[in-house]
């Protein structure tokens, strides 16, 4: 069986629930101390960073900012959900945990491959017990935030067998493309169905993922 590369937030994880609130509060802060304007923030505004990891989302999101202000931003949202994740506010999407279990009982290894850095990658191991489901947990922290796809070419010599990756964003997608592997888009996550549009199938449930692993392994 294929070894199944899964991106997490957006794919497992709906982090709009924690994400969304953080944002709009940083930004708020952000504003009420004149680093930026006043502004109201739509659900698509802010979900079009999710999948990126928190360094590379800074340095493009309001570039002009003093690098020790984007710093200070990046921390305090990063705490605002942490807080938001331990006090139940975070949930993985309705049908995650049995996509998850079904596919762990057709024989198929499942890896973690997150822009998440450690601490989130740690938290969210504990507050939804993710090591029931993965064999493998990678963070982009650990290879000094390197794109998706390079950190996949430093893991994959670990595993046997082939793989499939799992996402709903581009990095997802151009993980697999440049390493010249199947993919899965999910289009109910973050990204669009343009940025999916190189994937082989694309689900629009997360129900939908055992059938098109099936599918792509035979």
Not at 74 to 80: I, V
Not at 147 to 152: Q, S
Request: glycine fraction near 6%; charge should be negative.
């Amino acid at each position: 069986m294929p070894n199944l590369i899964f991106d997490y937030d957006g794919t497992i994880h709906n982090s709009m629930l924690t994400y969304a609130p953080a944002f709009r509060g940083t930004m708020k802060w952000l504003s009420d101390n004149g680093y930026i304007a006043e502004k109201e923030y739509t659900d698509d505004e802010i979900s079009c960073w999710l999948g990126f990891n928190s360094t590379d989302m800074w340095n493009s999101f309001h570039p002009e900012l003093d690098p020790e202000i984007r710093e200070k931003a990046r921390l305090m949202l990063g705490k605002d959900m942490a807080e938001r994740i331990d006090r139940g506010e975070g949930a993985l999407y309705d049908g995650a945990e049995e996509m998850l279990s079904e596919l762990k009982k057709r024989g198929y290894k499942l890896i973690f491959l997150s822009n998440c850095r450690f601490h989130y990658l740690e938290r969210h191991k504990r507050v939804f017990r993710l090591e029931r489901f993965f064999d493998c947990f990678y963070c982009c922290e650990a290879y000094n935030f390197i794109p998706k796809y390079e950190i996949f070419k430093r893991i994959a010599p670990a595993h046997s067998g082939s793989f499939i990756v799992i996402g709903d964003r581009f990095h997802d997608i151009e993980t697999a493309v440049r390493n010249g592997l199947p993919s899965i888009g999910c289009s109910y996550g973050f990204g669009s169905r343009e940025e999916l549009s190189a994937a082989n199938i694309i689900v629009d449930s997360i129900a939908d993922i055992p059938y098109a692993a099936d599918k792509l392994s035979q």
